[in-house]
């Protein structure tokens, strides 16, 4: 069976501080792993993947198979980094399943 | 294009009523599902459909009905709505499952 795990329900951090957001996961299988996002009064949208091993808006995750982890990270945090941020995992019959979410609040 | 569009935006029903749920994207997609959000249940994937006239049932089921007559459409239908329904439901589609989905602004449902 998959899960996904997000262990904090809110977040906050002041602007220009480091924030991470942190995902575990469970699956027997070869992960893939995708943060989403939700702005205010936004649809949800793809984030990052980790097989594009990309930086979107300045945040960066790296799959740690070892720690069966996946955190979010960015250096400095902006005001409009405020959201609501879903780790997701394809697993069985390759659909998502997502984590409870992590709302972070950047704090001017 | 609009993208991936809901239909209707909020809605009360009372238990046992039935109703459907609309979701279309203009995207000529082959994959769409449908998911619910529950506070502190993160998103659950109800049903799926890889193509026309192709669905599957995700992790909820339970109470709900899909069909894929067209690319195009993928309802969702409450056969006896019930207060546990109660919810915020999401449609999403993707070219195929492996590709980004995205998502409609989604439905906010309340039973009574």
């Known amino acids: 069976a998959q899960r996904v795990t997000q262990p904090e329900k809110l977040l906050s951090v002041f602007k220009g501080a480091p924030v991470e957001l942190k995902c575990n996961y469970s699956?027997?299988?070869?992960?893939?792993l995708f943060w989403y996002v939700q702005y205010s009064r936004q649809r949800l949208q793809l984030l990052l993947r980790?097989?594009s091993r990309e930086s979107i808006k300045g945040f960066t995750a790296d799959l740690n198979k070892g720690e069966t982890s996946f955190h979010l990270k960015k250096p400095f945090a902006q005001e409009e980094d405020s959201a609501m941020y879903y780790c997701a995992l394809r697993g069985g019959a390759n659909n998502l399943f997502f984590g409870t979410g992590t709302r972070l609040t950047v704090i001017p | 294009n609009a993208g991936v569009t809901q239909t209707p935006k909020f809605q009360v029903l009372k238990t046992g009523q039935s109703m459907t749920l609309q979701c279309a994207q203009d995207?000529?997609?082959?994959?769409m599902s449908w998911y619910r959000q529950d506070p502190g249940m993160g998103l659950r994937l109800i049903h799926y459909s890889v193509g026309a006239g192709i669905t599957d049932q995700g992790e909820v089921p339970n109470g709900y009905n899909v069909s894929r007559s067209t690319t195009e459409d993928f309802p969702l239908r409450l056969l006896s709505a019930a207060p546990s329904q109660t919810s915020v439901y999401f449609c999403a589609s993707s070219q195929g499952r492996y590709n980004e989905q995205f998502f409609g602004p989604g439905t906010r449902l309340t039973v009574l």
């Open positions: 699956y027997s299988g070869s992960p893939e």
């Open positions: 995207m000529n997609h082959e994959y």
């Open positions: 980790h097989i």
